[in-house]
């Protein structure tokens, strides 16, 4: 599995090999559809280390992106990709980003909710998160504050939301 040599074995639990095979040609035209989209907004609103990030982090506009090529561009950073199976607990998902992984979203959301599902996805996770991680800056940035957040003390209000939007 992509990065998972500097997983402990208390998060390796929340990784899963992404099986790119099961992804239909309907996802992978949903995922074209919001890139292109995307690209066409982020052209004029984003910063530009954005669209470049898409790029050097292995975020295909084609097609829905592989983790393990993910993976790859995203050690030349020196941070790496793992798939996760929806979800997962935020003390986990920010545990594995303070260590240089970036915990990604496996499901492909629907073109019913093609401009916004209430459950992370490889779209939020591969086109939102991981493009920025091309800014040096940031990924400091995002590293302390993910190592920061993790000690973080969870409240049962936490507990409760996590549970709530797990089961979406």
Do not use: N
């Amino acid at each position: 599995m992509p990065g998972s040599e500097k997983i402990p074995e208390y998060l390796r639990k929340y990784c899963k090999a992404q099986d790119y095979g099961r992804y239909t040609p309907r996802e992978h035209s949903t995922w074209r559809y919001i890139l292109r989209q995307a690209q066409d907004f982020f052209k004029d609103h984003a910063v530009p280390i954005y669209l470049e990030g898409l790029k050097k982090t292995g975020v295909s506009l084609e097609q829905i992106p592989k983790i393990s090529d993910m993976d790859k561009c995203l050690r030349e950073f020196g941070w790496g990709a793992v798939g996760v199976s929806g979800f997962i607990p935020p003390s986990a998902f920010l545990d594995l980003q303070a260590r240089g992984i970036m915990p990604i979203a496996m499901d492909m959301r629907t073109l019913e909710h093609v401009g916004y599902t209430p459950a992370p996805d490889i779209v939020h996770e591969a086109a939102g998160h991981l493009p920025i991680l091309a800014d040096p800056l940031y990924r400091e940035y995002f590293k302390q504050y993910a190592t920061m957040a993790k000690k973080a003390l969870q409240t049962k209000e936490d507990i409760a939301l996590y549970e709530a939007v797990r089961v979406l």
